[in-house]
């Protein structure tokens, strides 16, 4: 079965300061994985996606990701934190093409506070 | 460009009472899918419609039905609500049933009591 694990529920940081959002994911096939961020009182919106092409994807606003095979993770960086950043970040891995179409497998999330 | 809109944005009811929210998909999708998310998780895949047939389910029970109309817009309907039922519900259009992303809409607040 697939599931994917975001390894903390709250990050704070500075103003500035990088940003770094961890998710391990298990799969027994090659996953589609993505990045979705949802502000306050608002849908998700996505921030990047892997599909099996370049390991280290860019996305939105300055994010980005790298897709290690070897560690199953999927970890959200960003050089330099924004106060607009503040959310919930989503870590989503696909289930296999086929069986379950169209359904993402969502993490429970981690909510990045920034401080000026 | 319109993307995915949803209606009501907010709506209360009562134990036992029944609901039907509603969903615009982007203009150019034909794929609805459904997402129910409770307080401080992740969102949970309920259905998702295309070609006005439901083609995949999560573990939902059967309370949670839904309909696809030749516009491609869509309606979640939840019989005999529980307390347990209050959640943001969200709508994600897509085009086609592959892995096209997902672009969702601002969800409906449902509170029940």
């Known amino acids: 079965a697939q599931s994917v694990t975001q390894l903390d529920s709250h990050v704070s940081v500075s103003e500035g300061t990088p940003v770094l ?3 391990n994911y298990s799969s027994s096939y090659s996953p589609s994985l993505f990045w979705y961020v949802q502000h306050p009182n608002k849908g998700l919106q996505l921030l990047l996606k892997y599909t099996s092409a370049a390991t280290l994807v860019k996305g939105i606003n300055g994010f980005e990701a790298e897709f290690k095979k070897s560690e199953t993770s999927f970890h959200l ?3 330099s934190a924004h106060m607009s950043d503040a959310a ?3 870590c989503v891995v696909t289930p296999p093409l086929g069986n379950q179409g169209g359904k993402l497998i969502f ?3 981690t909510e990045l506070s920034v401080k000026p | 460009d319109a993307g995915v809109t949803q209606s009501p944005t907010h709506l209360i009811k009562t134990r036992g009472q029944q609901v039907t929210l509603r969903c615009s998909p982007k203009s150019g999708h034909d794929t609805v899918s ?3 998310q409770a307080l401080g998780q992740g969102p949970q895949f309920i259905f998702q419609y295309y070609e006005e047939e439901e083609r995949q389910r999560g573990n939902f029970p059967d309370r949670f039905s839904g309909h696809q109309f030749p516009n491609y817009s869509s309606e979640l309907n939840v019989n005999a609500l529980l307390l ?8 994600a259009s897509s085009s086609g049933l592959g892995y096209s992303p997902l672009h969702f809409g601002n969800g409906t607040r ?3 009591t």
């Open chain 1, 77 to 79: 960086t960003k050089p």
């Open chain 1, 107 to 109: 993490g429970q999330g």
């Open chain 2, 110 to 112: 449902l509170t029940v």
């Open chain 1, 88 to 90: 919930e970040y989503f």
């Open chain 1, 21 to 23: 959002l961890r998710c």
């Open chain 2, 34 to 36: 459904w997402y129910q």
């Open chain 2, 84 to 91: 347990g039922d209050s959640a943001l519900y969200l709508c």
